[in-house]
């Protein structure tokens, strides 16, 4: 049975009579997608890092906080839960036309899109310590909460719980970053308006966010 919740989700986010909605959704779903996304951050932590420790670290746990979101989902809870995604059950299948004709054979509950971008947008936020990053890594997870809707993958609880799980992902990874970091490098406060809080340059974030809003551009474009 599906609770209030995943029914009101299912009424407002799944599926459209619109064909741009549909190639947008398909598109901005795609992990090969935000490959340019994660190119930028990859190049905001090594411009903006002194040495290849330093760079190694901020890149291994960033992806450790998403193998922590990504293991959980995807190796523990989906085979214990065993929910049917919402695109293959009956009561749901035939609300709406599936763009794509997407029919994920794998299980439903919790969302590892969710928890993975959310995951990864909470780390760097918490790393670069800029509004405007924190913001446009935020969107960006949401973003792809939507899509997970939009195509029948996922019910709203699966992204809540994926969200939720994200979040103490990103901020656990960052955590054991910080202790570790500080016995590698000092720990500087910078208050020039060319620089975050961390020490990373605001032309760089500008680029990491120029780099989100033409992939957004380009989903709608193509």
Not at 71 to 83: C, G, L
Request: glycine share 4%; with cysteine; charged share 10%.
């Amino acid at each position: 049975m599906l609770n209030s919740i995943d029914i009101w989700g299912l009424q407002y986010c799944f599926g459209s009579n619109s064909a741009i909605l549909d190639n947008v959704a398909l598109m901005l779903t795609d992990a090969w997608t935000w490959a340019p996304l994660y190119i930028a951050l990859l190049f905001l932590i090594i411009k903006n890092n002194d040495n290849m420790q330093q760079i190694c670290m901020c890149f291994g746990f960033a992806l450790l906080c998403v193998a922590i979101a990504s293991i959980m989902a995807n190796v523990v809870v989906k085979p214990i839960v065993e929910r049917p995604r919402p695109c293959n059950t009956l009561e749901v299948k035939y609300l709406a036309q599936i763009a794509g004709d997407m029919h994920s054979k794998d299980y439903s509950f919790f969302s590892s899109h969710a928890a993975n971008t959310m995951s990864l947008a909470l780390f760097f936020a918490l790393l670069v310590k800029s509004r405007l990053l924190t913001v446009t890594l935020f969107v960006w997870s949401l973003t792809n909460c939507w899509t997970r809707l939009y195509l029948g993958q996922h019910y709203l609880t699966d992204i809540m719980v994926g969200i939720a799980w994200g979040l103490i992902a990103g901020a656990l990874s960052y955590f054991i970053f910080r202790k570790v970091f500080h016995h590698i490098s000092r720990s500087y406060k910078y208050v020039s308006s060319q620089y975050t809080k961390s020490g990373y340059s605001q032309l760089d974030v500008d680029v990491v966010v120029s780099v989100f809003v033409i992939t957004i551009m380009v989903a709608f474009v193509y």
